[in-house]
């Protein structure tokens, strides 16, 4: 009878070494945390990056589409007015009553909104690069005459965005 007990426990007690060795192993080590957050850093950079010069792109897109909008409203004010506003009336002609006697609103708007940067559109007429009137944003870096402008005399400038 003895016997038939110890058989019995003879698979309990070879199990055992298993199961401690099995708790042992739970966790992580330091070296594997580190690991992964080494991947997790490289992975957040990867997609700030991308997301960021989307974003750039996107502010872009926006500058040139709100230009197409101040040039079709000036568009229709030079129908109305026979001139377009001086750069004095600027583009709160387009919203403010002028002197022309046949004006209207010429945008919903009530103020003229600023460029995606948070920036004035600038607007010269005549225009100081040759041009009948000249709508600028001033980009990001938020200063005049630098490459990173966007002008309504690039040919992008009103067309749909791509």
């Not at 387009?94 to 022309?100: A, E, G």
């Not at 209207?104 to 003229?112: C, F, L």
Request: charged fraction near 20%; proline fraction near 6%.
């Amino acid at each position: 009878m003895k016997s038939l007990q110890n058989a019995a426990a003879l698979p309990i007690r070879a199990a055992a070494p298993v199961l401690r060795s099995a708790a042992r192993e739970e966790g992580l080590t330091l070296i594997e945390i580190m690991i992964v957050i080494t991947i997790l850093g490289l992975l957040a950079a990867v997609i700030t990056v991308n997301v960021m010069g989307n974003l750039e792109d996107g502010r872009r897109a926006a500058a040139t589409d709100q230009i197409g909008q101040f040039k079709t409203a000036l568009q229709l004010y030079n129908r109305d007015c026979g001139k377009y506003p001086t750069t004095a009336e600027g583009l709160n002609a387009l919203i403010t009553k002028t002197s022309c006697p046949r004006w209207k609103p010429y945008m919903s708007e009530s103020t003229i909104p600023a460029d995606p940067w948070g920036n004035a559109y600038e607007y010269f007429s005549p225009g100081t690069h040759g041009h009948e009137i000249e709508i600028v944003s001033k980009g990001k870096d938020g200063e005049l005459n630098t490459a990173d402008d966007v002008v309504s005399w690039n040919a992008d400038a009103g067309a749909p965005a791509k």
